[in-house]
């Protein structure tokens, strides 16, 4: 878990970090505002691919850990 929790802020890290160089960038108020959505759209969509990504992980080891339990319990 330890790993986990540096990744999230690694990329935490990394999404305020370009947060705060576009607020920062020298141009027009509406361009501003396009970038940060479309940062926050990009790091949204990483986000899901993450958490979908963790999803099968749990799913793939839950269906081998109920074949290894079924296994176990059905006589051969």
Excluded: C, N, W
Aim: hydrophobic share 35%; net charge positive; proline share 3%.
């Amino acid at each position: 878990m330890d790993s986990g929790k540096t990744a999230l802020g690694i990329v935490l890290g990394i999404g305020v970090g370009a947060l705060l160089g576009v607020l920062f960038a020298p141009d027009k108020g509406s361009k501003t505002r396009k970038k940060i959505m479309d940062k926050g759209h990009d790091f949204a969509d990483g986000l899901k691919g993450k958490f979908d990504g963790l999803y099968q992980d749990v799913t793939d080891k839950y269906d081998t850990l109920l074949e290894d339990a079924k296994s176990m319990v059905t006589p051969k």
